[in-house]
T-cell receptor, first 111, second 110 residues
Framework: GQQLNQSPQSMFIQEGEDVSMNCTSS?????WLWYKQEPGEGPVLLIA?????ELTSNGRLTAQFGITRKDSFLNISASIPSDVGIYFC???????????FGKGTHLIIQP | DGGITQSPKYLFRKEGQNVTLSCEQN?????MYWYRQDPGQGLRLIYY???????QKGDIAEGYSVSREKKESFPLTVTSAQKNPTAFYLC?????????FGPGTRLTVL
């Protein structure tokens, strides 16, 4: 099965900086989901996107569903230490099938 | 308290043994899923079930088996045929619009 192309693989930033990460695919998805995972835990859903062009916010997080339905990005504004973790994008083609995941973006924040 | 529970949190297995990982959900979701995560990798789909008594293979089903006798439960058996079973296993439940994950089981083969 395919995996999504997620970049960057890791980010080292200063507290207070904005963060941007993205995912691209060769296939069209009907739904894009963004998750955050902390060590030894399951992924936690951050944002869900259901419509091409949709822009959705959740606090300091903003995500967009690309117009072509083959990409999505996630922005985090004014990063804080608790934002540290691995962020995954995931695409859902249709129905209740399994998700296709990117390999994750590892966010590291230096105080 | 609604959610997905997985047990055990840590599991150690000797080579050649079968082990079963538990997953229970009380979110009333019809669909349940098992994923495998290796270090530095995204999650890969092992099996999924969209309804009781029915399930489909995912991308990496070889060496694994599942059952879905109840809506709330979707246990995963890692058989001795799985050549590299050491990994973090994640169960999820969901709909056509989203999926929620349990806390995971870390399986180590000794």
């Amino acid at each position: 099965g395919q995996q999504l192309n997620q970049s960057p693989q890791s980010m080292f930033i200063q507290e207070g900086e904005d963060v941007s990460m993205n995912c691209t695919s060769s296939s069209i998805f009907n739904t894009w989901l963004w998750y955050k995972q902390e060590p030894g835990e399951g992924p936690v859903l951050l944002i869900a996107l259901y419509k091409a062009g949709e822009l959705t916010s959740n606090g300091r997080l903003t995500a967009q569903f690309g117009i072509t339905r083959k990409d999505s990005f996630l922005n985090i504004s004014a990063s804080i230490p608790s934002d540290v973790g691995i962020y995954f994008c995931a695409g859902l083609g249709g129905g209740a099938d399994g998700l296709t995941f990117g390999k994750g973006t590892h966010l590291i924040i230096q105080p | 308290d609604g959610g997905i529970t997985q047990s055990p949190k840590y599991l150690f297995r000797k080579e050649g043994q079968n082990v079963t990982l538990s997953c229970e959900q009380n979110l009333n979701h019809d669909a349940m899923y098992w994923y495998r995560q290796d270090p530095g990798q995204g999650l890969r789909l092992i099996y999924y079930s969209q309804i009781v008594n029915d399930f489909q293979k995912g991308d990496i089903a070889e060496g694994y088996s599942v059952s879905r006798e109840k809506k709330e439960s979707f246990p995963l058996t890692v058989t001795s045929a799985q050549k590299n079973p050491t990994a973090f296993y994640l169960c999820a439940s969901g709909t056509s619009r989203t999926q929620y994950f349990g806390p995971g089981t870390r399986l180590t083969v000794l």
